[in-house]
Every structure is written in C-alpha cells, then in structure tokens.
C-alpha cells in the first residue's frame, strides 16, 4: 500500500496520476492520498487542499488531510523551514497508519535535487549534506521514496498540459524572500548559461557522492560498534582506536558522538572539528573543547568524552 503526499503543485499531482495510474502493474495493493495545509498561506492553502480532495475523489482514492497552525509551533534552533518539515512528516507517518501504507512517495524532482546540493554548497556543507535528497530511505518503519527525482519540472509540467491535468501554483514559490526561490530563479539560470545541463550535472554529482557517503557510514558503522560506548550521560571512544582511523572515518564517528551526547550537530562548524583533531593529538595543546549544544569533549589518557556540561 502506497501513500501519495500530494500539495496540489505540478509534480505531486503528476505523481499521483501517473502512481495511481500504474498502481495494477506496479503490483500496489492500494494508493492513498495525504495533504497536509500549514496554516502559513490562508485562502490559498486551503484552496489547494480542497482541489487535492476532489481530484483523490475523482480518481477513487483515500484522502487523509491535516490543518495546522505552523506559527504556534516552536521548536528551539530550527528554522521555519526545519520545522514545516518536522510536522509535514509527522502527519504523514500518521497518515500511514491510517491508510496501512508501508511506502510514501513524494514528488521531489530532479530541479529538488540540484537546488538543494547547490544550497548546501552554498552554505557549506559536509559530505553528508552534498548528497542531497536520498531516492529512498527508512524513517522508523515508513520506507520513503522519490519515484520522479531523475525527472526535471519541465517535463512534468509540459506533461500536465499536454493533457489538460489541472494543478495549484503556490504564490510563494515566487517571493525572493526564500532561499530557495533565489537559487531557483536567479542563480541556476545565471549558471545555466555556462552549463545548460547544470542540473543534471548537480544530480549526477550528489549520485557520485552517495555511494561515496554510504561506503563511509558502513565502515564507521564497523568501528563504532567495538570503539564506542555510552556511560551514565556521556559517550567515551578509545584514543588509540580513534587516532587510527582515516581522517573521513573520525569525522562521522566524533558527529556521532556529539549527536549521542546530546549536541547540536548542525552547528559543528569547520573549525569545532580543527580543535578536536588538536585534542586527539598526544602532543597537542589542552585537555577539553566545548562543542555545540553545551557538550564538553575531553581527553584523558585513554579515552575521548563527550558529556553535557
């Protein structure tokens, strides 16, 4: 059983259709519909929830929708955006529950993609954020998937036309207040002009880089497991197992660490890592750094510790 997140915009009503259409050959046992209005753009959203019903009508499917009020809902250190997410994918493993689905699959595209490796560029980004959007993954026991990431919105909307299949425009895909609106409309187009096939070149890149990602994370997994413990609020990795590893490999083990003692891993900067390489060294200067999210990392003679100060 599948559940389609559907905003009422071009690809997720592509992907409704064209998931509702296969449903039979794709072997699906159901398609259901989800919509959730975030209570950020009034008449609007509610306009595109009550077009995403009638066209799940129309077509025979279930529809679980959801109104929430996103400027009552706070979360400390998140963005607006960060916490959309947050409740967007709340709603949906609710969603699931109710429609039995196993799977859902949201319209993300091949413009998604290259807008976002290029945003992380931007803003500096690790190896782990330059993968992008992952074309399938696990959260809890909902699997995820992006069946249209390898296709570009020019195609789909083109599509949609062609066949006469009504969908929502959101006003503020076109208000340059949004980062993403800017990469979207000024930057890629600037760049464009000296790579017309600059998305395809940003999606085949975060491709590149994710089995790259996935090589490190299950090597790291395999370290972890013998070189990492947690003790009574803190996480200790041995020193001598830890100054062996790959500099990639210490990397995501001391992120790991940081986000099991309760830090903030999204603020660990170049620079947090700089120090800590400096506290692993036998011969280095100091026997502490503070990291974000009020984690302490000190060094004794065997042991590296992470805990809340």
């Known amino acids: 059983s599948v559940l389609v997140a559907v905003s009422g915009g071009p690809d ?8 509702n259409h296969l449903r039979k050959k794709l072997g699906f046992a159901s398609v259901a519909v989800c919509n959730l209005d975030h209570g950020i753009r009034g008449k609007e959203s ?17 529809y679980f929708h959801k109104t929430i009020n ?5 979360a400390k250190g998140l963005s607006t955006e960060e916490v959309a997410r947050s409740a967007r994918y709340k709603f949906f493993a609710e969603a699931a529950v109710k429609s039995n689905a196993t799977v859902l699959a949201t319209g993300h595209t ?14 500096g ?8 959007i992952a074309p399938v993954r696990c959260e809890g026991k909902l699997k995820i998937v992006r069946p249209l990431i390898e296709i570009g ?31 979207r409309r000024e930057v890629l187009p600037f760049l464009e002009r000296f790579n017309p096939r600059l998305k395809r070149s940003l999606f085949n890149l975060a491709e590149s880089l994710r089995e790259d990602f996935e090589y490190i994370q299950n090597e790291k997994l395999k370290f972890a497991r013998r070189a990492m413990s947690a003790k009574k609020g ?14 990639t490999i210490q990397k995501e083990v001391l992120r790991d660490c940081l986000q099991a003692s309760g830090g903030e891993v999204k603020k660990l900067s170049f620079r947090h890592w700089k120090e800590v390489e400096v506290l692993m060294n036998p011969k280095g200067k100091g026997f502490s750094v503070d990291l974000p999210g009020a984690v302490r990392v000190s060094r004794t003679e065997r042991y590296l510790t992470f805990a809340k100060i």
């Open 12 to 19: 997720s009503v592509f992907l409704m259709y064209a998931l």
């Open 46 to 62: 509610k306009r595109d929830s009550r077009f995403v019903a009638a066209a799940a009508k129309r077509l025979g499917l279930a």
């Open 70 to 74: 996103l400027s009552k809902v706070r």
């Open 110 to 123: 091949l413009d998604d993609q290259a807008e976002t490796v290029l945003m992380r560029f931007i803003k």
């Open 125 to 132: 980004a690790s190896l782990k954020g330059l993968v992008g």
């Open 153 to 183: 919105k020019e195609a789909i909307v083109r599509y949609l036309n062609a066949n006469d299949i009504a969908y929502c425009v959101d006003s503020t895909n076109l208000e340059d207040i949004y980062f993403r609106n800017v990469i």
């Open 234 to 247: 803190s996480v200790e990795i041995a020193l001598k197992d830890i100054v062996m590893q790959p500099r």
